[in-house]
């Protein structure tokens, strides 16, 4: 077994893995473009486990780790020839010690390299309002986030105030000032930070994670006196995750809870992050913009499922569904049909898209081949148009 973890974290580094797996009775695992694969490193025992914890942990975390059974934190690596951060996580599992740990890039990659579309950017740039990024673990919720605030803190002077559960991505004064906050170092939890925020004077708060009703009441309130609030969800789409806000509280307050939703609410953006064609990964999108109609179907639960049909209509307005982003790009040969199908949100009802564009795509061509020639200002046509 290697004497530091930082000579497995180098490994995996050069190896080009997006996340590290460590536990007892198996070998360190990489996690490269989407796929775990076991490294060449031993087994690891009992004590291995300890070891690498300890050289992960501080004194202070050592102690919530006991206290609490598992433990997030940001690690940061210094070698001659090597520097990195990493987010972490120590947990305990049947007993004993495991950990992940996932690599954050030193710098922030901008909307183009992240292969994000451009509503985002104009999206960055409301003044006030909430905006949610929601996804499962790993589908790149916190990178787009702090792509979203560095292409704000490039072009406008205003106070960025971030509460992060750690700190992933270290951002720098440019046009903007930047404070950041971290859970279990800067400030004792996210309704602490956000209540602070009110005296701080933020133009832009940037909330890890809404975690709990308080978290979610908070985060209304700073978008109700001005701010412009950008925050994250696990769920997997738009529809869900306005059902998730709503079902933070209990019936009784799920009227009030809709409308302080609807009067906020700016942007929902679900990402699944999908196998390219040729190696490497990229983001398929649902983007929902509110409008006056969306605001009324998040006021009526009997309306909110015609969210999606109202997305599906507001193309020009820069939503799209999950599907039609899938189809987006695997027209563009970025992804395959078979990744497209699978990561689908009804197979089905992407089959039918499908077929339906390439319906329209044969009939166009059909008519583009009737063309013969001009003479003049008269078209000849093979066929009668």
């Known amino acids: 077994m290697v004497d530091h973890v930082d000579e497995i974290l180098k490994v995996m580094i050069r190896k ?6 460590f536990g ?5 695992f990489f996690r490269v473009d989407g796929d775990l694969m076991p490294s060449d490193f031993d087994i690891l025992n009992d004590e291995d486990m300890e070891r690498i914890a300890k050289q992960l942990l501080t004194p202070k975390r050592e102690y919530r780790l006991e206290e609490e059974n598992e433990i997030d934190f940001a690690y940061q690596m210094f070698a001659h020839d090597l520097r990195a951060r990493f987010r972490v996580n120590v947990f305990r599992q049947r007993g004993t010690v495991a950990a992940s740990l996932r690599l954050v890039n030193d710098r922030v990659p901008n909307f183009e390299e992240l292969n994000l579309p451009l509503i985002l950017e104009e999206l960055s740039l409301e003044r006030r309002g909430i905006i949610i990024i929601t996804g499962t673990t790993g589908s790149g919720k916190s990178t787009t986030l702090a792509a979203m605030i560095d292409y704000v803190n490039n072009r406008r002077p205003v106070h960025i105030l971030t509460v992060e559960d750690p700190i992933e991505y270290v951002l720098y ?3 903007a000032i930047i404070n950041q906050r971290e859970l279990g170092v800067d400030t004792n939890s996210f309704l602490d930070a956000i209540r602070g925020a009110m005296r701080e004077d933020p133009d832009i708060i940037m909330i ?6 308080e978290t979610v009441t908070a985060t209304f309130q700073a978008a109700l006196t001005g701010h412009l609030v950008l925050t994250t969800l696990h769920t997997l789409d738009v529809v869900q995750t306005i059902n998730r806000v709503i079902d933070f509280y209990p019936d009784v307050m799920q009227n009030q809870a809709r409308l302080m939703l609807s009067e906020t609410i700016k942007s929902i953006i679900s990402m699944r992050l999908l196998p390219m064609v040729g190696g490497g990964r990229l983001p398929a999108m649902e983007i929902m913009k509110t409008t006056g109609r969306i605001r009324e179907f998040i006021e009526d639960p009997e309306k909110t499922d015609m969210i999606k049909l109202a997305m599906e209509e507001g193309e020009d307005e820069g939503m799209i569904t999950f599907d039609r982003y899938l189809l987006k790009l695997f027209k563009e040969g970025k992804i395959t049909y078979e990744t497209a199908l699978a990561a689908a949100s009804s197979p089905h009802d992407f089959k039918l898209l499908e077929q339906k564009d390439t319906d329209f795509s044969d009939k166009v061509i059909r008519r583009v081949e009737q063309y013969e020639h001009k ?11």
Not at 24 to 28: A, I
Not at 208 to 213: F, H, K, L, T, Y
Not at 376 to 383: F, Q, S
């Open 16 to 21: 080009g893995a997006s996340d590290v797996h």
């Open 24 to 28: 007892v009775d198996r070998p360190p």
């Open 173 to 175: 004064d440019k046009e």
């Open 208 to 213: 890890g994670e809404m975690r709990d009703r």
């Open 375 to 385: 003479v003049g200002d008269v078209t000849i046509y093979k066929g009668g148009l």
